[in-house]
């Protein structure tokens, strides 16, 4: 069976134009051609054209290479080669970001265009979209909004959208939506008045001139801790959106040093019980730390602690605490932050665990390991005291009998893995030891 006679069998599947089955019954069986193009015919929008062929055009990674195609088209783009196969234009601005009328977009393969193995590509040779004109909703873009990304919105948050251009009359079709809901229209609210209320006095002349500017609610208190968008349809183009990121619910969490193999405190330092929003100071001088040995009273403060970007309150009780020993945290009824928000049943920590042993030194971490015939140290930590360290230094792993020394290794890491975390089993059997006595 000729290749010929296969094309036209191929043919029959897919009905194809005059021009293209008369193109591909006299075109030689080894010739290129273009896979796929897109867009094709009449489209919303376009971000990106694409052009794939069937045989590598260039050498791998050389995304320099020239285009394939010629190009005649009112928007401005830039063109580069994907991979071998794949050539895509990227259309700057995008084009439903821009005003524009209706327009055509025509990309013709240039002569003699051969691929990489010297192969001629052939086929069709002429491809086209186009783009109708944009009425004055998709012409609108969102240009500027308040929170700021960085910031965090409450969950009755009246936010400011800046648009592209004055609305004067024109009324934009907004949505506010977050996770799984559908859709829901926004509140548009009086821009000035509401305005002054969120930004301050200080904004008004700027704010009553400004006329690009619309103050917006969602119908409904929004969920702590939920990123949300409020877009704008925009007839059939991809909406314009502004996102937002809702602050946590009120709670709080305990900070301190802790034993790394338990998380427990050490008893020596601080706990500080950290607030993620402000707290008045007759609720924060309410707050107690109780022990058998008694119920205290921590030191407030308000700051930026803790990578919090908006000031939080910070309630601080000092060392040394009982160690070995579960504190119960109590709280004053009605508990709230400076707007009022209550914690939920989960946010305020009910108490915290200090560790049962002080040990005076650890490494820095769980295990390490030591080069052969090297001068390798492990990382101590050592915890802070009035007197003079006594230090005793342990050589594991010495003497003629390599094997034996890595046996003897081995053990006493196991040993050390196993101990008390205050102290560090010395065994002669396992290394040869030297110990001196520093008085500092």
């Not at 205290?296 to 060392?319: E, I, Y």
């Amino acid at each position: 069976m000729s290749s010929r006679l296969r094309t036209c069998r191929l043919l029959v599947l897919a009905p194809p134009t005059l021009f293209t089955l008369l193109t591909l019954l006299t075109m030689p069986a080894s010739a290129a051609t273009v896979a796929t193009f897109s867009p094709r015919a009449a489209v919303q929008e376009v971000d990106q054209v694409r052009a794939s062929f069937s045989d590598p055009m260039v050498g791998m990674g050389d995304t320099r290479a020239g285009a394939p195609l010629e190009i005649d088209c009112a928007l401005d783009g830039h063109g580069h080669w994907v991979d071998q196969r794949n050539w895509v234009w990227d259309v700057r601005p995008k084009a439903d970001e821009i005003k524009r009328d209706a327009l055509s977009c025509v990309f013709n393969l240039k002569a003699g265009l051969r691929t990489l193995a010297g192969k001629p590509v052939q086929g069709e040779r002429r491809f086209d979209f186009k783009l109708p004109a944009l009425s004055e909703a998709q012409t609108l873009r969102i240009v500027g909004q308040h929170p700021q990304h960085w910031q965090r919105a409450a969950e009755d948050q009246t936010f400011l959208l800046r648009f592209s251009r004055p609305l004067k009359s024109f009324k934009p079709a907004l949505f506010c939506d977050w996770g799984i809901q559908a859709h829901e229209s926004v509140v548009v609210q009086d821009r000035a008045a509401t305005m002054r209320a969120a930004l301050g006095a200080q904004w008004k002349d700027q704010l009553d001139a400004d006329a690009a500017i619309l103050a917006v609610r969602c119908p409904r208190p929004l969920p702590s801790g939920a990123t949300i968008r409020i877009g704008m349809d925009r007839g059939g183009l991809k909406p314009a959106l502004a996102k937002f990121k809702i602050r946590p619910a009120f709670a709080a969490t305990i900070s301190c040093q802790s034993v790394p193999a338990t998380g427990a405190c050490t008893p020596y330092e601080p706990i500080e019980l950290i607030f993620n929003a402000e707290v008045s100071e007759t609720f924060l001088a309410a707050i107690r730390l109780s022990s058998p040995d008694g119920a205290r009273a921590g030191a407030a403060r308000v700051g930026h602690f803790h990578g919090h970007g908006s000031p939080v309150s910070k309630l601080t009780f000092a060392g040394p605490h009982r160690h070995d020993t579960r504190f119960s945290i109590s709280y004053p009824a009605g508990i709230a932050d400076r707007e009022g928000r209550t914690a939920p049943p989960w946010g305020l920590p009910a108490g915290v665990l200090t560790s049962a042993h002080i040990p005076t030194a650890t490494f820095s971490g769980p295990s390490f390991a030591v080069a052969r015939d090297a001068d390798s140290s492990a990382g101590l930590l050592f915890t802070h005291g009035a007197r003079p360290l006594a230090m005793r230094e342990l050589l594991v792993g010495a003497g003629s009998d390599q094997q034996r020394a890595d046996q003897d290794m081995l053990r006493w890491m196991q040993a050390y893995q196993m101990a008390p975390s205050d102290q560090v089993h010395r065994d002669g059997s396992l290394a040869h030891a030297r110990a001196s006595l520093l008085d500092g």
